[in-house]
Structure formats: C-alpha cells, structure tokens
C-alpha cells in the first residue's frame, strides 16, 4: 500500500514534443505528490509538486495533472528540450511526522533534436 | 543559503576501513535524512533526524552509523562495510514538521573494494 508505481520505465521524445509520465499510488493518506529530476551524478532536485485539493498545476513548460479518485498523477513536459534529458522520480508523503517519501521507480528521458 | 553540501564527492574504501560521510546544511531546516540509492534505482530512505534526534532507523545495518552533532550538521560513520554497499549516499533537509519539501546534496559517490 506504500508504493508508488511509475511508468514507462524509459522515454526517448523529440526535441518539442511533450513528454508524459504517469504515476499512480494506493495509500490514500497520501497528501504531498512531488516530482523530483535527477542528472546523472546529482542528487535529486524538486521539480514540481501538488496537493490533492488541486487538480493541476503548471510551472514553466512542467504541468502536474492530478486525479484523486483515480489516485493517479502524471509530470507533462511540454516544448520538451534536450536539457531536460534526466531522470524524473514522481514521490509520494504525508505532511507531518517524519515526511517519509515514497518514491516512484523512475523514468530515464532522453530529448533527441 | 539553499544549499545542502556533501564531503567528500567520492570515497574509495576497503572492507577494514572506517570512513564518515558529511552533510552540512544552512537553511534552519530541522529535519535531515540519510538516503542510499544504487544505480537506476529510486533513493531509499536510511535514517531520519528531527530536531537533532534519530527519529526513523529503516532497518540499517549496524555498519552503518549516523550523527547529528548540531542542526547544521549530519554525519554517517561507516565501518566494516560490504562490497554491496557501493552506492550513492545522499543527504537531504527539510524544514521540519507540516513542510514536505526536501532539498537534495549532490551525494557520496561511495565504493567499497
């Protein structure tokens, strides 16, 4: 009940295109779903984040859908550049307590031009 | 300051050895964390300090010791480590209870020979 299952696995888009990552989770006590970006050798970065009173939210060419009843949230990229070659790890926790973060798998994106 | 650092970037290190990871942090956050994350895998939580206290050991080997000599300041003492625990060691903080925000060092790249 504490995962947070993420896919694909992998995504290669190009250079423009909108890149889209899907995460869903099964603990409904759940109230903080952030996205954290990681570059090879780096510790991870909060990339954006939401709360399920609020169905989307954008920040730049990086928008956050979130469906509650479906307990599922996806990371669009749009205008997706090589830059944003990474990998996204989409995270799950509670506010208050000890903020144990549950982390999604993790997506490897490459942005070819 | 909203940076978390990390010393030393690299350590090589035999199983006999004893070695210390630091984590050093300037933002007044209240909670720090010890994560382990081995390659295309998400970050695994190991310890959680709040408030300068050990609050959350998630079952780590007792090779493995953490500190927390000031709020500023994280240690992880290492001792008679396994060639498996090659990986890297990540730091994090956050501002403590009701925020869920975690800010990332760069991380230890950690290998035991």
């Known amino acids: 009940q504490q995962q947070v299952k993420q896919s694909p696995q992998s995504l290669i888009v190009q250079k423009g295109g909108i890149s889209i990552i899907n995460c869903a989770y099964e603990n409904t006590a759940f109230d903080y779903f952030p996205w954290y970006q990681q570059f090879p050798g780096k510790g991870p970065a909060l990339l954006i984040a939401i709360r399920p009173d609020v169905s989307e939210k954008k920040e730049g060419r990086f928008t956050i859908s979130f469906n509650k009843s479906a307990k599922q949230f996806s990371l669009h990229i749009m205008d997706s550049q090589p830059g944003d070659s990474a990998t996204y790890f989409c995270a799950a926790s509670i506010t208050g307590g000890y903020q144990k973060v549950t982390f999604g798998t993790g997506t490897k994106l490459q942005v070819i031009p | 300051d909203t940076e978390v650092t990390q010393t030393p970037k690299h350590l090589v290190m035999g199983m006999t050895n004893k070695k210390s990871l630091k984590c050093e942090q300037h933002m007044g956050h209240r909670a720090m964390y010890w994560y382990k994350q081995k390659a295309k895998k998400p970050p695994e939580l190991m310890f959680v300090y709040s408030y300068e206290k050990l609050s959350i050991n998630e079952s780590v080997p007792s090779r493995f010791s953490p500190e927390c000599p000031n709020s500023s300041l994280l240690n992880l003492h290492l001792h008679a480590l396994q060639p498996e625990d090659s990986a890297l060691y990540l730091c994090?903080?956050?501002?403590?209870?009701?925020?869920?925000?975690?800010?990332f060092g760069p991380g230890t790249r950690l290998t035991v020979l």
């Open positions: 994090a903080s956050s501002q403590g209870t009701g925020t869920n925000e975690q800010f």
